[in-house]
T-cell receptor, first 116, second 111 residues
Framework: NAGVTQTPKFRVLKTGQSMTLLCAQD?????MYWYRQDPGMGLRLIHY???????AKGEVPDGYNVSRLKKQNFLLGLESAAPSQTSVYFC???????????????FGPGTRLLVL | GQNIDQPTEMTATEGAIVQINCTYQ??????LFWYQQHAGEAPTFLSY????GLEEKGRFSSFLSRSKGYSYLLLKELQMKDSASYLC????????????FGTGTQLKVEL
């Protein structure tokens, strides 16, 4: 099993450009998440999904959109990139929220995004 | 909202024991998780606590006191490879059981 994979690994954008980050998991997990990690801020939840076809806002959703058309994929879109969106983006997945032991989140390797 | 506090940095010696503390404030507490993150890598799961007490997993142990809003991660027989950031995360049933992460404690293990 590959676990959680993310593409691309690194990207440089100019202000105003758009891009989509792709997350894929092969563990048949229901729940998927997008986080951003900035120095001194820790991991902050952007959007999440509790199943195919569903999405919900997290702590810092502004400037981002997501889609979960297939259970195994979770896409994060930036419609008009801003320098404030320079960050490391992590995707994660978990089996469920029914029990704490099923809540363990498995993270992808991250995407480093630089917006100039 | 939630407030999670961890020390920013700690330094310890190879072979020693180190305790990383985490305090939190939430009215819907439903579990506390510890993750390890090496520089430039993804966080990986270490342990979780739901009930008060100590959970032991090899060289790593995690303790929880719900009444005090306090947890610690204990690392024994420190190795150089334990140099990493350790993230405390709280699960809150009011927030749909999502995790809120602390800012992490950067541990440096020295010879």
């Amino acid at each position: 099993n590959a676990g959680v994979t993310q593409t691309p690994k690194f990207r440089v954008l100019k202000t105003g450009q758009s891009m989509t980050l792709l997350c894929a998991q092969d563990m048949n997990h229901e729940y998927m998440y997008w986080y951003r990690q900035d120095p001194g801020m820790g991991l902050r939840l952007i959007h999440y999904s509790v199943g195919e076809g569903t999405t919900a806002k997290g702590e810092v959703p502004d400037g981002y959109n997501v889609s979960r058309l297939k259970k195994q994929n979770f896409l994060l879109g930036l419609e008009s990139a801003a320098p404030s969106q320079t960050s490391v983006y992590f995707c994660a997945s978990s089996y469920s929220w029914d029990r704490v032991d099923q809540e363990t989140q498995y993270f992808g390797p991250g995407t480093r995004l630089l917006v100039l | 909202g939630q407030n999670i506090d961890q020390p920013t940095e700690m330094t310890a010696t190879e072979g020693a024991i180190v305790q990383i503390n985490c305090t939190y404030q939430t009215s819907g507490f439903n579990g506390l998780f510890w993750y390890q993150q090496h520089a430039g890598e993804a966080p990986t799961f270490l342990s979780y606590n739901v009930l008060d007490g100590l959970e032991e997993k090899g060289r790593f142990s995690s303790f929880l006191s719900r009444s005090k809003g306090y947890s610690y991660l204990l690392l024994k027989e420190l190795q150089m490879k334990d140099s990493a950031s350790y993230l405390c995360a709280v699960r809150d049933r009011r927030g749909g059981n999502k995790l809120t992460f602390g800012t992490g404690t950067q541990l440096k293990v020295e010879l």
